[in-house]
Protein backbone atom coordinates (compact mmCIF):
# COMPACT_ATOMS: atom_id res chain seq x y z
CA UNK A 1 0.00 0.00 0.00
CA UNK A 2 0.83 3.79 -0.49
CA UNK A 3 1.65 5.92 2.01
CA UNK A 4 2.50 9.89 2.41
CA UNK A 5 4.39 11.30 4.99
CA UNK A 6 3.91 15.14 5.75
CA UNK A 7 7.36 15.45 8.79
CA UNK A 8 6.26 19.17 9.09
CA UNK A 9 3.30 19.65 11.17
CA UNK A 10 3.50 23.37 11.24
CA UNK A 11 6.27 26.07 9.02
CA UNK A 12 6.26 29.64 8.87
CA UNK A 13 7.25 31.67 6.68
CA UNK A 14 7.72 36.17 6.42
CA UNK A 15 5.65 37.84 3.41
CA UNK A 16 7.91 37.91 0.10
CA UNK A 17 10.22 35.04 1.65
CA UNK A 18 10.47 31.41 0.33
CA UNK A 19 9.34 28.71 1.95
CA UNK A 20 10.08 24.79 0.95
CA UNK A 21 7.54 22.19 2.70
CA UNK A 22 8.38 18.92 2.73
CA UNK A 23 6.94 15.23 1.29
CA UNK A 24 8.09 11.94 1.11
CA UNK A 25 5.94 9.08 0.28
CA UNK A 26 6.30 4.74 -0.26
CA UNK A 27 5.31 3.35 -2.90
CA UNK A 28 6.24 0.28 -5.40
CA UNK A 29 4.47 1.54 -8.93
CA UNK A 30 6.54 3.26 -11.16
CA UNK A 31 4.05 5.61 -12.64
CA UNK A 32 2.04 7.87 -10.49
CA UNK A 33 1.24 10.96 -10.02
CA UNK A 34 2.09 13.53 -7.05
CA UNK A 35 -0.33 16.87 -5.57
CA UNK A 36 -0.16 19.42 -3.58
CA UNK A 37 -3.41 21.04 -2.40
CA UNK A 38 -4.17 24.03 -0.28
CA UNK A 39 -6.69 23.97 2.22
CA UNK A 40 -7.44 27.51 3.19
CA UNK A 41 -9.61 28.58 6.47
CA UNK A 42 -12.48 27.85 4.07
CA UNK A 43 -11.68 24.07 3.70
CA UNK A 44 -11.88 23.91 0.22
CA UNK A 45 -9.43 21.85 -1.28
CA UNK A 46 -7.80 23.64 -4.23
CA UNK A 47 -5.06 21.93 -6.14
CA UNK A 48 -2.10 23.36 -6.60
CA UNK A 49 0.45 21.72 -8.82
CA UNK A 50 0.67 18.55 -10.18
CA UNK A 51 3.63 15.89 -10.99
CA UNK A 52 3.91 13.45 -13.31
CA UNK A 53 6.42 10.62 -12.29
CA UNK A 54 7.41 9.95 -15.42
CA UNK A 55 8.75 13.12 -16.20
CA UNK A 56 11.80 14.29 -15.18
CA UNK A 57 11.50 18.23 -15.09
CA UNK A 58 10.21 19.67 -11.87
CA UNK A 59 6.60 21.26 -12.60
CA UNK A 60 6.33 24.80 -11.92
CA UNK A 61 2.87 27.03 -11.65
CA UNK A 62 3.43 30.77 -10.91
CA UNK A 63 5.09 31.09 -7.62
CA UNK A 64 4.95 27.93 -6.77
CA UNK A 65 7.64 24.88 -8.14
CA UNK A 66 8.33 21.59 -6.58
CA UNK A 67 11.49 19.14 -6.23
CA UNK A 68 10.77 15.78 -7.66
CA UNK A 69 13.46 13.53 -6.72
CA UNK A 70 11.68 9.92 -7.50
CA UNK A 71 14.97 7.78 -6.65
CA UNK A 72 14.59 9.24 -2.99
CA UNK A 73 10.87 9.50 -3.21
CA UNK A 74 10.67 13.33 -2.34
CA UNK A 75 8.60 15.24 -3.57
CA UNK A 76 8.83 19.23 -2.53
CA UNK A 77 6.87 21.91 -3.02
CA UNK A 78 8.58 25.45 -2.45
CA UNK A 79 7.06 28.92 -2.33
CA UNK A 80 8.61 31.75 -3.79
CA UNK A 81 7.49 35.48 -2.89
CA UNK A 82 5.56 34.41 -0.14
CA UNK A 83 1.74 36.61 0.24
CA UNK A 84 -0.51 36.61 3.22
CA UNK A 85 -2.82 34.55 1.07
CA UNK A 86 -0.69 31.95 1.15
CA UNK A 87 -1.62 30.56 4.53
CA UNK A 88 -3.20 27.49 4.51
CA UNK A 89 -3.16 23.85 5.46
CA UNK A 90 -0.72 22.38 2.35
CA UNK A 91 -1.34 18.38 1.79
CA UNK A 92 0.75 15.87 -0.31
CA UNK A 93 -1.54 13.35 -2.02
CA UNK A 94 -0.57 10.59 -4.20
CA UNK A 95 -2.22 8.77 -7.05
CA UNK A 96 -2.03 5.58 -8.84
CA UNK A 97 -1.86 5.71 -13.06
CA UNK A 98 -4.26 3.55 -14.62
CA UNK A 99 -5.90 0.27 -12.58
CA UNK A 100 -9.24 0.46 -11.27
CA UNK A 101 -8.39 3.14 -8.62
CA UNK A 102 -7.79 6.54 -8.84
CA UNK A 103 -7.72 7.41 -5.29
CA UNK A 104 -6.19 10.31 -3.39
CA UNK A 105 -3.91 8.97 -0.92
CA UNK A 106 -3.14 12.17 1.78
CA UNK A 107 -0.54 13.09 3.76
CA UNK A 108 -1.32 14.33 7.57
CA UNK A 109 -0.61 18.41 6.26
CA UNK A 110 1.87 21.10 7.11
CA UNK A 111 -0.04 24.48 8.19
CA UNK A 112 1.92 27.14 6.95
CA UNK A 113 1.90 30.67 8.70
CA UNK A 114 2.73 33.99 6.55
CA UNK A 115 4.10 36.37 8.73
CA UNK A 116 3.27 40.52 7.43
CA UNK B 1 -16.86 27.71 -14.90
CA UNK B 2 -19.50 25.37 -13.24
CA UNK B 3 -18.25 23.01 -10.13
CA UNK B 4 -18.99 20.56 -7.99
CA UNK B 5 -21.97 21.60 -5.74
CA UNK B 6 -22.41 19.49 -2.46
CA UNK B 7 -25.75 19.77 -0.46
CA UNK B 8 -26.05 20.72 2.49
CA UNK B 9 -23.22 22.20 3.41
CA UNK B 10 -24.17 22.04 7.12
CA UNK B 11 -25.89 19.49 8.80
CA UNK B 12 -26.83 18.48 12.38
CA UNK B 13 -27.93 14.73 13.31
CA UNK B 14 -28.49 13.18 16.90
CA UNK B 15 -26.84 9.87 17.61
CA UNK B 16 -28.50 7.36 16.12
CA UNK B 17 -30.31 9.51 13.27
CA UNK B 18 -29.59 9.07 9.24
CA UNK B 19 -28.17 11.14 7.04
CA UNK B 20 -28.07 11.99 3.06
CA UNK B 21 -25.18 14.14 1.91
CA UNK B 22 -25.94 14.87 -2.06
CA UNK B 23 -22.87 15.56 -4.79
CA UNK B 24 -23.72 17.01 -8.24
CA UNK B 25 -20.11 16.85 -10.38
CA UNK B 26 -18.59 19.30 -12.83
CA UNK B 27 -21.30 18.48 -15.90
CA UNK B 28 -19.43 15.69 -18.41
CA UNK B 29 -17.86 14.38 -15.18
CA UNK B 30 -18.49 10.67 -15.20
CA UNK B 31 -16.65 9.46 -11.80
CA UNK B 32 -17.43 10.55 -8.56
CA UNK B 33 -15.20 10.17 -5.10
CA UNK B 34 -16.46 10.84 -0.99
CA UNK B 35 -13.80 11.57 1.22
CA UNK B 36 -14.27 12.03 4.77
CA UNK B 37 -11.60 14.86 7.00
CA UNK B 38 -12.27 14.61 10.61
CA UNK B 39 -11.31 17.44 12.49
CA UNK B 40 -7.17 18.30 12.40
CA UNK B 41 -6.86 15.14 9.87
CA UNK B 42 -5.95 14.50 6.29
CA UNK B 43 -8.73 13.43 3.95
CA UNK B 44 -9.55 10.04 4.19
CA UNK B 45 -11.45 7.72 0.81
CA UNK B 46 -14.40 5.98 1.32
CA UNK B 47 -15.83 5.37 -2.42
CA UNK B 48 -16.09 6.26 -5.59
CA UNK B 49 -17.94 5.54 -8.56
CA UNK B 50 -17.55 5.64 -12.61
CA UNK B 51 -20.35 5.37 -14.83
CA UNK B 52 -22.96 4.62 -11.84
CA UNK B 53 -21.16 1.62 -11.07
CA UNK B 54 -18.67 1.44 -7.59
CA UNK B 55 -14.99 1.46 -8.92
CA UNK B 56 -13.54 1.55 -5.27
CA UNK B 57 -13.58 1.19 -1.47
CA UNK B 58 -11.99 2.95 1.02
CA UNK B 59 -12.51 3.11 5.10
CA UNK B 60 -16.19 3.51 4.23
CA UNK B 61 -18.30 1.98 7.34
CA UNK B 62 -20.79 -0.60 7.08
CA UNK B 63 -23.28 1.66 8.14
CA UNK B 64 -22.64 3.65 4.97
CA UNK B 65 -23.98 3.36 1.58
CA UNK B 66 -23.68 5.57 -1.44
CA UNK B 67 -24.95 5.37 -4.94
CA UNK B 68 -24.20 6.66 -8.17
CA UNK B 69 -27.49 7.73 -10.34
CA UNK B 70 -28.24 8.32 -13.86
CA UNK B 71 -27.67 11.87 -14.09
CA UNK B 72 -24.20 10.80 -12.28
CA UNK B 73 -24.96 13.23 -8.83
CA UNK B 74 -24.16 10.68 -6.26
CA UNK B 75 -25.40 10.17 -2.76
CA UNK B 76 -24.08 8.83 0.55
CA UNK B 77 -26.30 8.16 3.28
CA UNK B 78 -25.13 7.49 6.49
CA UNK B 79 -27.30 5.25 9.21
CA UNK B 80 -27.01 4.88 13.12
CA UNK B 81 -25.05 7.67 12.93
CA UNK B 82 -21.92 7.99 15.86
CA UNK B 83 -19.79 11.23 17.19
CA UNK B 84 -16.99 9.94 15.38
CA UNK B 85 -18.88 9.84 12.18
CA UNK B 86 -18.43 14.32 12.72
CA UNK B 87 -16.59 15.59 9.81
CA UNK B 88 -16.73 17.52 6.88
CA UNK B 89 -17.43 15.26 4.16
CA UNK B 90 -16.15 16.12 0.63
CA UNK B 91 -16.98 15.42 -3.04
CA UNK B 92 -14.88 14.99 -5.65
CA UNK B 93 -15.66 14.83 -9.75
CA UNK B 94 -13.46 13.72 -12.80
CA UNK B 95 -13.55 12.52 -16.11
CA UNK B 96 -13.20 8.69 -15.58
CA UNK B 97 -10.15 6.74 -16.50
CA UNK B 98 -11.07 5.45 -19.51
CA UNK B 99 -10.60 8.91 -21.14
CA UNK B 100 -7.47 9.03 -20.16
CA UNK B 101 -5.26 8.56 -16.38
CA UNK B 102 -4.70 12.28 -16.68
CA UNK B 103 -7.65 13.58 -15.53
CA UNK B 104 -7.81 15.54 -12.45
CA UNK B 105 -10.43 15.78 -9.15
CA UNK B 106 -11.80 18.54 -8.46
CA UNK B 107 -13.75 18.86 -5.27
CA UNK B 108 -16.87 20.63 -4.12
CA UNK B 109 -16.68 23.26 -1.04
CA UNK B 110 -17.88 19.78 1.33
CA UNK B 111 -20.80 19.05 4.12
CA UNK B 112 -19.85 19.72 7.23
CA UNK B 113 -21.79 17.05 9.32
CA UNK B 114 -22.06 17.52 13.28
CA UNK B 115 -23.59 14.67 15.46
CA UNK B 116 -24.47 15.49 18.82
Known amino acids: AQTVTQSQPEMSVQEAETVTLSCTYDTSESDYYLFWYKQPPSRQMILVIR??????QNATENRFSVNFQKAAKSFSLKISDSQLGDAAMYFC?????????????FGTGTLLAVQP | AAGVIQSPRHLIKEKRETATLKCYPI?????VYWYQQGPGQDPQFLIS???????DKGSIPDRFSAQQFSDYHSELNMSSLELGDSALYFCASSLGLKQGPRHEQYFGPGTRLTVT
Open chain 2, 27 to 31: PRHDT
Open chain 1, 93 to 105: AYRSMGGATNKLI
Open chain 2, 49 to 55: FYEKMQS
Open chain 1, 51 to 56: QEAYKQ
